[in-house]
Structures are given as C-alpha cells and as structure tokens.
C-alpha cells in the first residue's frame, strides 16, 4: 500500500467523523467568532485529534475495549460537563446583561479556555469510539509502512477542519454583532449541549435499569 493511498484513507475517515455537530466543534466555532484565543484552540484540538488517532493505531482502542468501568468514568464524566456548560450557555441566551462581556471583547484567561477546550475533547466518549477505536482499527489493520501515513492524513483532516472552524468564524462577525443573533447561537449551544449529555446520561444509566 502507498504512502498516498494511506494518507488519503486516514484524511478520508478523519474528515468523515469530525465534520458534525458537536460539543467541541461548537466550542471552537463560538471561540472563533469572539476572536478569543482561536490558534491555541486550533492547535490543542487538532493535536489532540493527532494523538488520539495515533495511539488508537498503535494498539489503545483495544486495551479500552477491555475496560467497560472507564468508558463508564467517562461517561459520566462528560455527562455532567456538558450539562455545566448548556446549562451556562442557557443562561447567557435567555439573560440579556449576560452578553454585555460577550460584544464588549472580553477574554477569559488562555488557561481556562484550553482547560474547556481538554475538557470538550477527553470527556467525551465520542471520541475514544471514533479516533481511538473505529479509527485505530482501520489504520490498525493496515501493512505497517502506511500506518504512520494514515496517521499523518487523519492529523491533517483535522488540522484543516478546525483551522476553518475557528478561523472562518470571522466570516460570521457581521450577523455576530447583533446581541439577539449571540442569543440565537447560545440556544443552539445549550440545547446541543443538554441533549448530547441526556444521551451520554441514557447510554450510561440503560444498564443498571
């Protein structure tokens, strides 16, 4: 198998899962339109993308297959993240004054956005079925000479996915400088948030009923 065919395996699949609506993508999109530490953002998401990929191809997805209590950790675990999070961005969309700071240009510190942004990222069983599993086994399965390249392209789909993501977000700015259409966006924040987690609260809780 050529490095070409590969790499374009890896960038096929990548783009495939990662172009969706969800928690992460929502985050980076909402970073990008306030302009608030966007390359960091872009930079922690496509790297951790990289290296879940890459360890998923090196044999991870199998050792979690293996350890049902940690998908359930991680369930909950993100579970009750994304309800913090909806529930916040609910507030901001249903509370005027709460978007005073959000026209006016305020930056939270790159700390705890890079904190949000691990958060959106590892708390998510979504990810370990998607990058780790599904994916470290299709590239798992491939000769061991194109595994580095199917790596390399999963890497670069999402390099480019979240690049546009959170850099073409500023395409948005001029809807964005209406406060109702910040209100918009954060119910749709909240309510992807709250069913995401009412999902992830389901699929953990359905066993023990």
């Known amino acids: 198998m050529s490095y070409f065919s590969g790499f374009s395996s890896g960038f096929g699949l990548a783009a495939a899962l990662i172009v969706a609506i969800g928690a992460q993508n929502m985050f ?3 970073q990008g339109l306030r302009r608030e530490h966007v390359a960091p953002v872009v930079l922690f998401c496509a790297a ?5 990929v890459a360890a998923g191809v090196a044999g991870s997805g199998t050792v979690l297959r293996t350890m049902p209590r ?3 950790v991680l369930t909950l675990g993100g579970a009750a993240f994304l309800l ?10 249903v509370t005027p004054g709460t978007l005073v700071a959000e026209t006016a240009g305020g930056t939270s510190p790159l700390g705890a956005i890079l904190m949000r942004a691990a958060a959106f990222t590892f708390l998510n069983p979504h990810v370990y079925l998607d990058t780790v599993m599904l994916m470290g086994a299709v590239g798992g399965a491939l000769p061991g000479g194109a595994r580095p390249a199917f790596v390399a392209g999963a890497g670069t789909a999402s390099a480019v996915w ?5 850099f073409g977000a500023r395409i948005l700015r001029p809807v964005f400088a209406r406060p109702v259409a910040w209100r918009i966006l954060d119910g749709l924040v909240a309510a992807v948030m709250l069913v995401l987690a009412c999902l992830l609260l389901a699929r953990a809780l359905g066993p023990l009923a």
Request: no cysteine; charged share 15%.
């Open 162 to 166: 979240f690049t546009a993501l959170g």
């Open 84 to 93: 913090w999070y909806g529930m916040g961005a609910l507030r901001r969309a």
């Open 70 to 72: 940690l998908a359930l």
């Open 48 to 52: 951790a993308d990289l290296m879940l």
């Open 28 to 30: 980076v999109l909402r």
